[in-house]
């Protein structure tokens, strides 16, 4: 449960930063020191992103998936959203190894530009009076050691000179280029744009920056300024991006490939199977009491996923 005082921040100022309960983090946190530490990782690969997508959900990773539909999050993201039918859009898990500072080639990801995430996750634009998605970042390391914590300017009030929409002045938005390097992106709008290059000097004067632990979660808006910022060279900071809608939201686009795509194996099988249906609405699966079951339909359904475990008793129960 969330606090009054979270959720106003969030609301307001567009984030918060908490650390997740041991019980939470711990089975995730775990298996990733255990799979995926700096030698087991590709240090060619240095975008956002798992390697080859493997991190997305489902990854078949128990300890992963699960804290993707752990309930914990999901009130959370209910409070926030002020709806209790909410939908998932995003959960990748990546690596982020540091690299020399000088990396400015204009797509590297070390250093990046001032931005917010709405852009390509939604076809509109969002409204901040309305907010009908949540971002999330958890992460994994300690940001004593790795450096690397996200850089986020908190709106201050509906006057603030930096958050009056439209929110155009950024990479990729109304016909300006996209890159992602902070220095390439201000040397663009510095000759390009002097108004947006005087706003975007501003934002990164009052970036504040997350500090970190292991279980941090930093929850924020896709309408949130912020930018990734250095790694310490030859350290590695892995974090969870998860991403969730209201379910009556317009617009929104899936990150992920679909759920149902990665079936067959009993993976994708096994998380209905073991979820709660709260966890399984996540995944668009309707709740018990939903207006779209009927016997039948539990029937068939019960039939695709009883080998897995799956307990069609609540959804009888509420007909
Ligand atoms: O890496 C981070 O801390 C933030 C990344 C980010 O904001 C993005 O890739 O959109
Ligand atoms: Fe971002």
Redesign the pocket.
């Known amino acids: 449960m969330l606090t009054k005082d979270q959720i106003n921040s969030w609301k307001h100022e567009g984030a918060f930063v908490m650390q997740l309960p041991s019980e939470v983090i711990n089975p995730p946190l775990n298996w990733l020191n255990n799979n995926f530490t700096l030698d087991q990782i590709d240090p060619d690969h240095l975008d956002?992103g798992s390697p080859d997508q493997k991190f997305e959900f489902p990854t078949s990773i128990a300890p992963l998936d699960d804290l993707v539909l752990n309930e914990r999050l999901i009130v959370a993201v209910q409070q926030l959203l002020d709806s209790i039918d909410i939908r998932l859009l995003q959960a990748d898990l990546w690596p982020?190894i540091g690299v020399g500072s000088d990396n400015h080639e204009a797509q590297a990801n070390t250093d990046?530009r001032m931005?917010m995430?709405y852009g390509n996750n939604t076809m509109l634009h969002p409204d901040w009076q309305s907010p009908e998605a949540v971002a999330a970042?958890i992460y994994y390391d300690d940001g004593v050691e790795t450096a690397?914590g996200?850089a986020y300017v908190p709106r201050q009030g509906d006057a603030d000179p930096v958050y009056q929409p439209p929110f155009i002045h950024m990479p990729g938005q109304a016909g300006k280029p996209f890159f992602n390097d902070r220095r390439t992106v201000e040397s663009w709008f510095d000759k390009n744009d002097s108004d947006a290059h005087k706003l975007r000097s501003e934002l990164y004067l009052r970036e504040q920056l997350v500090n970190f632990k292991p279980g941090t979660i930093l929850f924020y808006r896709h309408d949130l300024w912020?930018?990734?910022t250095p790694v310490t060279p030859g350290k590695l900071r892995r974090?969870h991006n998860l991403a969730w809608r209201r379910a009556d939201a317009r617009g929104w686009s899936n990150w992920n490939q679909g759920w149902a795509r990665q079936s067959y194996y009993g993976h994708v099988e096994s998380i209905i199977g073991r979820s709660t249906p709260l966890q399984r609405s996540l995944l668009d699966f309707p709740m018990p009491g939903d207006r779209y079951w009927t016997p039948q339909r539990i029937d068939h359904v019960d039939a695709r996923y009883g080998f897995y475990g799956f307990d069609s008793a609540p959804y009888r129960q509420a007909l």
């Open positions: 956002f982020k990046q931005h995430d970042i690397g996200t912020h930018r990734g974090v």
